[in-house]
């Protein structure tokens, strides 16, 4: 098992529609969780982090956390055309501090 | 601030070659990390710094490659000789601490070994 698996993609929404990007990890103790932004061609950047169960929102981003089921999410509401790109899930492991980032998940939003 | 700075960005050797990857990390950030990219295998810590020495280094492939960082403004990753299977997106990335801290990446440098 992977120690983070997402969906590659690409996931494909319209416009305006929601997009809900998924991340599971194996490590049961994990207890940081970000989302990393990564565009073709150029780094990743951070766009959510996430400590405690249940939700946080930040503008137009959601994320969502559920340690029992070791899941979380992304939610993008009102996608746009700009939020194409790899989304990278990383999970903090807890005996090391290190991040372990999924392969990400590409979305692609069309008009 | 100006943020991460890498170089080369591109960089096509032959197999056999030495290769020297450099990287500036944010003034101030105690923590520096050298991750790859590919496709198959997505984004991979290779070794992190904490004030300048190599704390965790599990993720060094083999032998070929080695990192240093001699001082808090300058770190480099080196692949000798370089092999085909080495061709990548290598990130250098700073942040202030680790744990729960934002990491802020450099713009890579894109290695082809041919």
């Known amino acids: 098992q992977k120690e983070v698996e997402q969906n590659s993609g690409p996931l494909s929404v319209p416009e305006g529609a929601i997009a809900s990007l998924n991340c599971t990890y194996s490590?049961?103790?994990?207890?940081?969780f970000f989302w990393y932004r990564q565009y073709s061609g150029k780094s990743p950047e951070l766009i959510m982090s996430?400590?405690?169960?249940g939700d946080k929102e930040d503008g137009r981003f959601t994320a969502q956390l559920n340690k029992a089921s070791q899941y979380v999410s992304l939610l993008i509401r009102d996608s746009q055309p700009s939020d194409s790109a790899t989304y990278l899930c990383a999970p903090e492991s807890y005996n090391t501090d290190k991040l372990i980032f999924g392969t990400g998940t590409r979305l692609q939003v069309f008009p | 601030d100006a943020g991460v700075i890498q170089s080369p960005r591109h960089e096509v050797t032959e197999m056999g070659q030495e290769v020297t990857l450099r990287c500036k990390p944010i003034s101030g950030h105690d923590y520096l990390f050298w991750y790859r990219q590919t496709m198959m295998r997505g984004l991979e810590l290779l070794i992190y710094f904490n004030n300048n020495v190599p704390i965790d280094d599990s993720g060094m492939p083999e032998d070929r490659f080695s990192a240093k960082m001699p001082n808090a403004s300058f770190s480099t990753l080196k692949i000798q000789p370089s092999e085909p299977r080495d061709s990548a997106v290598y990130f250098c990335?700073?942040?202030?601490?680790?744990?729960?801290?934002?990491?802020?990446f450099g713009e890579g440098s894109w290695l082809t070994v041919v």
């Open positions: 996430i400590y405690s169960n």
């Open positions: 990335a700073s942040s202030l601490r680790q744990g729960g801290n934002t990491i802020y």
């Open positions: 490590d049961r103790v994990s207890q940081s």
